[in-house]
């Protein structure tokens, strides 16, 4: 008796998978950590009570999970609109980081009033993070060079730009550490008056709803999603690969520089040597568990959000190890992963039980 598995692709992805595969990838990745934090020797069920329950029912937990949330949602979209067609920018940590160091030199050279500084700062860092990544646009749709490493690459040469801007150009007079001068009041992100959320959260879901409009509703959107679908099929119908490659690619570039300034003139107020908030590869994840449109980007940013702020909550009050929050992000992006598997093939199992033909000669095999 044998166990056949076979695996047929699908045509046609149920609805009930393609819709529930964010909810079931995350409900399988708590349920996974859960053991990792029984084995710690903390009860499950009170560490997702604070980090999920307390972080979203105080006055607290909600400004720092938006505050939290707006570089993600930005870097989400870095990702997202690359990925609808089938482009990969794993490199959104580098536009991140060259967004941040372009909006911080503007913030500190330019005298202007605040609602023209500001919107100075994000123009400049959003079209510092687009040229960033404008080589390796070029070379994938000119070349065909694969732009996950040439993206990849580009962080590190990111990071040593920044190591050198903060102990030359950008270091802040007099002083010994590596880092700008803090940020003019005018070159701040404002709370929201009244109820005190970070103002970025406004920019953030106006630019949501933006690529949600245009992927949706112009030509642009449809070339782009047509080009992911099926990039010959495109080609025949007159669609420029080398244009929608250069526009997705630098869009989601763009993007990423948003998620930069905004993390400086939002969070950390100056630029320094150490800023290395990793949001550019947590968009991954994110851009793939809201892969089906722009609001889902929205929503899977606010968990990670969440899942950031209530990690933090469970370090200090339960005494848990800050790794756990890495495990538990890794295991999202395994089980992504392995959902997609299922999503582009069904398995099918059967047992063979024909009997083993005889040797000739044996005698369990005559009669």
């Known amino acids: 008796m044998k166990l056949n598995v076979e695996l047929t692709p699908r045509s046609n992805i149920p609805t009930w998978m393609a819709y529930g595969t964010p909810v079931f990838t995350i ?43 707006v570089p993600l949602i930005f870097a989400g979209l870095a990702v997202y609109l690359p990925l609808k ?20 030199a503007v913030g500190l050279s330019v ?44 962080v590190f040469i990111a990071q040593s730009l920044l190591n050198y801007v903060v102990r030359g150009p ?31 959260v406004l920019l953030a879901i106006v630019l949501v709803a933006v690529t949600y409009a245009i992927i949706n509703y112009t030509r642009l959107g449809y070339e782009i999603t047509f ?43 100056r630029l320094r040597a150490s800023f290395d908030p990793g949001y550019g590869f947590t968009a991954v994840p994110i851009a793939l568990l809201g892969r089906n449109g722009a609001f889902r980007v929205l929503l899977a940013a606010l968990f990670f959000a969440v899942l950031f702020i209530g990690g933090s909550s469970i370090e200090t009050s339960l005494g848990v190890p800050s790794a756990i929050t890495n495990v538990m992000e890794a295991l999202i992006i395994l089980f992504l992963i392995t959902a997609e598997f ?10 063979d039980q024909t009997p083993t033909p005889s040797a000739p000669g044996d005698p369990e095999g005559d009669v």
């Open 227 to 269: 080009m992911g679908a099926n990039d010959n099929a495109a080609e025949h119908a007159g669609m420029s690969k080398l244009k929608i490659y250069l526009i997705a690619l630098m869009a989601g570039g763009a993007m990423a520089g948003f998620a930069g300034i905004s993390e400086i003139s939002g969070v950390e107020g």
């Open 27 to 69: 409900l399988a990745a708590l349920i996974v950590s859960g053991f990792a934090l029984f084995s710690l020797g903390v009860n499950p069920l009170a560490a997702y009570n604070i980090m999920f329950v307390q972080t979203l029912t105080t006055s607290f937990g909600i400004t720092n999970t938006l505050v939290k949330a």
């Open 85 to 104: 067609a089938r482009l990969w920018n794993i490199g959104a940590e580098g536009q991140l980081i060259i967004g941040a160091i372009v909006g911080t």
């Open 111 to 154: 005298s202007l009033p605040i609602y023209a500084l500001l919107p100075l700062m994000f123009i400049t860092g959003g079209i510092a993070g687009a040229m960033w990544i404008a080589v390796p646009a070029w070379l994938r749709a000119r070349y065909g060079i694969n732009e996950i490493i040439t993206t990849l690459l580009f």
């Open 342 to 351: 299922f999503k582009n093939y069904s398995v099918g199992l059967s047992l």
């Open 170 to 200: 950008l270091q802040a007079a007099e002083s010994n550490f590596p880092q700008s001068a803090s940020l003019p009041t005018a070159a701040t992100l404002p709370s929201i008056p009244i109820i005190g959320f970070p103002s970025g």
